[in-house]
Nanobody
Framework: QAHLVESGGGLVQPGGSLRLSCAASGSIFNMDHMNWYRQAPVKERELVATITSGGSTNYADSVKGRFTISRDNAKNTVTLQMNSLKPEDTAIYYC?????????WGQGTQVTVSS
């Protein structure tokens, strides 16, 4: 069973960019959906972006046009390119892998957007 480890979070000014990576210790090739979620303080966890095994993507309205999700099955990685970041993007970002009833989570990486 794969384990997920996120990296790439940090502090960035409004309008800046960050690239988050999710590395899987096992194969993600057959994972139906690879997702990025985020959770801000005192808010519920929300789905930010999804990519299917076939490469189809979907985004939350709040990040459309700014964030891009991609996956490299050969390297067992999923990335989230975040551009034009806003203070309201501040949250802990989690990588998630889903396949049937299987749902795996990483430990999360903090993203803070502040001047």
């Amino acid at each position: 069973q794969a384990h997920l480890v996120e990296s790439g979070g940090g502090l960035v000014q409004p309008g800046g960019s960050l690239r988050l990576s999710c590395a899987a210790s096992g194969s993600i090739f057959n994972m139906d959906h690879m997702n990025w979620y985020r959770q801000a303080p005192v808010k519920e966890r929300e789905l930010v972006a999804t990519i299917t095994s076939g490469g189809s993507t979907n985004y939350a309205d709040s990040v459309k046009g700014r964030f891009t999700i991609s996956r490299d099955n050969a390297k067992n990685t999923v990335t989230l390119q975040m551009n034009s970041l806003k203070p309201e993007d501040t949250a802990i970002y989690y990588c998630n892998a889903e396949h049937g009833v299987i749902s795996l989570w990483g430990q999360g990486t903090q993203v803070t957007v502040s001047s």
